[in-house]
């Protein structure tokens, strides 16, 4: 199995900042690649698929890079909106796996 | 706009079963494939299974094979996931995804496997 493994766990961050989060797959799943954004008692949301490309309706300081391996989220300027848990997930291969996630906190 | 709604929680013991339906509507179900994704409390999220549009190919996690049976009807637009031999281990909210980049999610359903 492709094991994905993300960091930091968490992080603290102030409303405006820009945050980025690394997603490194043990084995190179080329740009099979997708991230979701978690809030509390919420369902995840779809941000990214392909490694870059934004779902509808997601806003653009969400940004995605990588492939290969090693893959990055950056969010431009948080917002308090933006205060939730994010996973990556390779759909490279089955079983599909994601990341352990990373939780953004208000500092 | 896409909808997806997910049934059949509940509480069960150890060693029973359930069933989980995903109704899916606001888009032409039998053109994506279809997964269920599980998240343990406090946990992160685990893939538990697949199945392609025309019911042909389907894959399950390690942890779950052999004991859950993923299954869809086209014609109703509904997902299925059959748990049988349920373990306090499998005791999570349970979520349906479409599609290979998982891009609409269901609100999840909670199933607790106790005693």
């Known amino acids: 199995d492709i094991q994905m493994t993300q960091s930091p766990s968490s992080l603290s961050a102030s409303v405006g900042d820009r945050v980025t989060i690394t997603c490194r797959a043990s084995?190179?799943?080329?740009?099979?690649l997708a991230w979701f954004q978690q809030r509390p008692g919420k369902a995840p949301k779809s941000l990214i698929y392909a490694a870059f490309n934004l779902q509808s309706g997601v806003p653009s300081k969400f940004s995605g890079s990588g492939s290969g391996t090693d893959f990055t989220l950056t969010i431009s300027s948080l917002q308090p909106e933006d205060f939730a848990t994010y996973y990556c997930?390779?759909?490279?291969?089955?079983?599909?796996?994601f990341g352990q996630g990373t939780k953004v906190e208000i500092k | 706009q896409v909808q997806l709604v997910e049934s059949g929680g509940g509480l069960v013991k150890p060693g029973g079963s359930l069933r989980l339906s995903c109704a899916a509507s606001?888009?032409?179900?039998?053109?994506?494939?279809m997964n269920w994704i599980r998240q343990a409390p406090g946990k992160g999220l685990e893939w538990v299974s697949y199945i392609s549009s025309g019911s042909s190919y389907a894959d399950y996690a390690d942890s779950v094979k052999g004991r859950f049976t993923i299954s869809r009807d086209n014609a109703k637009n509904s997902l299925y996931l059959q748990m049988n031999s349920l373990r306090a281990e499998d005791t999570a909210v349970y979520y349906c995804?479409?599609?290979?980049?998982?891009?609409?999610w269901g609100q999840g359903t909670l199933v607790t496997v106790s005693s």
């Open positions: 084995q190179g799943i080329s740009n099979y």
């Open positions: 997930q390779q759909y490279s291969t089955y079983p599909r796996t």
């Open positions: 606001g888009f032409t179900f039998s053109d994506y494939y």
């Open positions: 995804a479409r599609g290979s980049v998982s891009d609409y």
